[in-house]
């Protein structure tokens, strides 16, 4: 088992995620944003930049946090986008000695039913886009974020059968905010727990999340891990009593919200609160006996 994080909640730059990184005393980033664009969209010669302060920092990227197919993206619009992005992210993926990569199902269409979801195209998307990585030797993996996949387990099973052997990436606090699509309406949000257990035997990577959902405000409230509704100590314990080596991923959201661009911060704030979050799950560890 191995800890990594979102470091671009950290800092911006590539040397603040580094330095927080190494603070920690960790070894590897989950990359996504570098100075505010993912790293599957930086020029070729601001990529090279970051490798060379990669290596010279002895820190490496153990996945990928890409764009690609995630909740910006309609399954009623042409595929291009996310083609184009697995295409410039592999040979980045292979120079870096990088094996993991993010993707998801496409938006949610909110004007549907849940079970009128383009469901047979979302999964020839997915099938493509699974055997581009595959042939390059590399491992996709689906995240139950605001995606078709996302929608309750029954949807991620769902996928997993039409696109077999997928492998998941996890996330804790997902559900917590989600409206639960395998139930009637007005929809429940999900529970983190419930879904995990049933996605258990398919999970290759975990992202750490929690929150407490505020139904007056409509909103999440993101807490530390473990402090929320994201059954972040029970879903852990039970993944690596069960003998889970892989890697588990901050994504704090504390300081700054990734998904709302109206929420800011100063940035001694974002690095004290990305370093403050990894030291806690760090004790949240060892109070687990491991």
């Known amino acids: 088992m191995y800890l990594t994080g979102f470091a671009d909640e950290a800092a911006k730059d590539i040397e603040g995620q580094i330095r927080a990184t190494k603070e920690l005393g960790w070894k590897y980033i989950e990359s996504r944003n570098v100075n505010g664009q993912n790293i599957h969209d930086i020029s070729d010669r601001e990529f090279d930049v970051i490798c060379e302060k990669l290596l010279n920092g002895g820190v490496k990227i153990n996945c990928f946090g890409s764009a690609i197919a995630n909740w910006g993206k309609k399954i009623t619009e042409p595929f291009d986008s996310s083609l184009a992005e697995a295409k410039r992210a592999i040979p980045r993926m292979r120079k870096l ?20 979801q383009m469901e047979q195209e979302r999964f020839r998307r997915v099938r493509e886009l699974k055997e581009m990585f595959d042939g390059a030797g590399l491992t996709v993996v689906h995240e139950n974020c605001m995606n078709y996949g996302g929608m309750g387990w029954t949807y991620t099973l769902k996928l997993i059968k039409n696109v077999p052997e997928l492998k998941l990436v996890f996330d804790t606090g997902n559900p917590v905010f989600t409206d639960d699509r395998t139930k009637q309406k007005p929809y429940p949000k999900q529970s983190a727990w419930e879904f995990y257990t049933h996605v258990k035997e398919h999970i290759e990577y975990v992202h750490i999340k929690d929150g407490i959902w505020d139904s007056p405000a409509g909103k999440m409230k993101y807490t530390f891990a473990g402090e929320g509704n994201g059954d972040v100590k029970r879903i852990v314990k039970d993944l690596l009593d069960s003998g889970y080596d892989g890697g588990i991923s901050m994504e704090p959201h504390l300081a700054v919200v990734f998904h709302d661009k109206t929420v800011h911060s100063e940035e001694s704030v974002k690095y004290a609160n990305y370093v ?3 030291g806690r799950f760090m004790a949240m560890l060892k109070e687990l006996g491991h």
């Open 97 to 116: 000695g990088c094996k993991l990569i993010r993707i998801m199902s496409f938006a949610v269409l909110d004007e549907c039913k849940p079970d009128d």
């Open 276 to 278: 403050e979050y990894g």
